[in-house]
């Protein structure tokens, strides 16, 4: 039940987001909030307009005064580009990686707090210093 409920969710996201799944727009959109600056004026402008504003192919292409192809062959190129910044400096596996330690020392944390023991500071401490030696 629960696996075809979960299908019947993804198809609706899906077709929602005009044939784009949400796990795809969510990585474009990581991957541009961390290498985004990294584009051309023009290049941002398409890629925020298709997508973040869920502009059509053809929209920009009548906006910009370029062919529909032309837009759909910049927005592959910037995605080849950002995914190419991350394959180099792993930015955003750092983050989540980063992000899941936080969680561990929010985690440890409460356990001091709520069994009032202090046998968790070492994990915090290493933690730590393995989030402040990565940073």
Do not use: P, W
Not at 51 to 80: M, P, W, Y
Not at 104 to 126: A, H, M, R
């Amino acid at each position: 039940m629960t696996s075809n409920k979960f299908r019947f969710i993804l198809v609706k996201c899906y077709d929602f987001t005009g044939g784009k799944l949400l796990k795809d727009i969510f990585k474009q959109t990581l991957l541009y909030d961390f290498y985004g600056e990294l584009l051309t004026k023009h290049q941002k402008k398409i890629y925020e307009d298709f997508v973040f504003n869920d502009l059509s192919l053809s929209e920009i292409a009548d906006e910009e005064g370029i062919t529909r192809q032309g837009v759909h062959d910049l927005v592959k190129r910037c995605d080849k580009a950002l995914q190419g910044y991350e394959d180099k400096l792993h930015l955003v596996e750092k983050f989540h990686d980063t992000k899941k330690d936080v969680e561990k020392i929010k985690e440890l944390t409460e356990k001091i707090e709520s069994e009032n023991e202090i046998k968790y500071v070492k994990d915090i401490y290493e933690l730590a210093d393995k989030i402040l030696g990565e940073i």
